[in-house]
């Protein structure tokens, strides 16, 4: 016997830290990580309700197991993109202008970073 | 509150915790090291509901494979060790970023939770024989198509990185970091 308002909150509060994450990082991996963390909210929700339901397909299950490759390649294709962009600009930072790509290293992101130089989180 | 539902709390308050330092971490490093604690402890979740097999392949998968691909790229990527301001946006943006995260959260709750009902469920717990039997037989054209895909991005990700190492070569480019 379980309750099913453990596996919801904890998809919601995961689901929100990963739109947290990709909405307030900058390093493209870091990103990326936010994105899994989203992944895994729904994985969760789709493995709580086959586990309570009468799941003739076994599609909670089936389909986890299917969103599980399917960020496995996407996982493979986003870390060769940003590897592409490193090698182009030179960083992996989304908040440079894109106009700084054809002479990276000389506009260090002061217009769109205005308070890094705070101490807080 | 069943024992089932203590077990839950546990693994999913070491998810939340873990998963809220990956996003909020300032070491690069730090932050796919706590994905893994968040995704080990999100395959605990599986287990508790009864989903061994999803377990063991979100280990496999997404803790051997996923975040060792994360890591790869953090350090081809001349990721900095210590503590980095330049990781996270702006004071004003991540408020931002933390209420919209917030309402997120609030809106799946305020529907989830409704949904999810007072009473305790009964546990149907799913055996290994009961989902090989329906992988390779009712879902056995998406399993193939995902397979499909799984080759299609991996030639993908070798194009992607021929590409622009052709495209750089003529310019003679400094050192190539692969």
Known sequence: ????????ALAAILAGLGAYGVLARRNAVLVLIGVELILNAANILLV?????????????????????????????????????????????????????????????????????????? | MTGLDIAFAAVGLVAAA????????????HAALWLVVCLGAVAGCYLVLGAEFVALVQLLVYV???VVLVLFALMLTRAPIGPNDE??????????????????????????LPAAGPAARNRSGTTNDAVA??????????????SLLLLVALIAAFAVSRMVGAAEE?????ADPR
């Not at chain 1, 086959?50 to 986890?64: C, K």
């Open chain 1, 48 to 121: 709580a309700v086959g586990a309570v339901g009468a799941d003739t397909w076994q599609a909670g299950s089936v389909l986890t197991l299917f969103v599980i490759t399917i960020a496995a390649a996407e996982v493979c294709v986003a870390l060769a993109v940003v590897l592409a962009v490193f090698r182009l600009r030179g960083d992996i930072d989304l908040s440079r202008a894109s106009t700084s790509a054809a002479q990276p290293e000389t506009a260090p992101s002061g217009a769109a970073q205005p308070e890094t130089a705070e101490p807080v989180r």
């Open chain 2, 133 to 146: 039997e329906q992988i390779f037989g009712t879902w056995v054209w998406p399993f193939e198509a995902l």
């Open chain 2, 87 to 112: 990781v996270t946006t702006g004071r004003a943006h991540r408020v931002l970023a933390a209420v919209l995260g917030a309402g997120v959260t609030g809106l799946l709750l305020a529907v989830l």
């Open chain 2, 64 to 66: 051997g494979a996923v």
């Open chain 2, 170 to 174: 003529p310019a003679g480019a400094e």
């Open chain 2, 18 to 29: 873990s998963g809220l330092l990956a996003v909020t971490t300032r070491h690069v490093v």
């Open chain 1, 1 to 8: 016997m379980i309750h099913l308002a453990g596996p919801y």
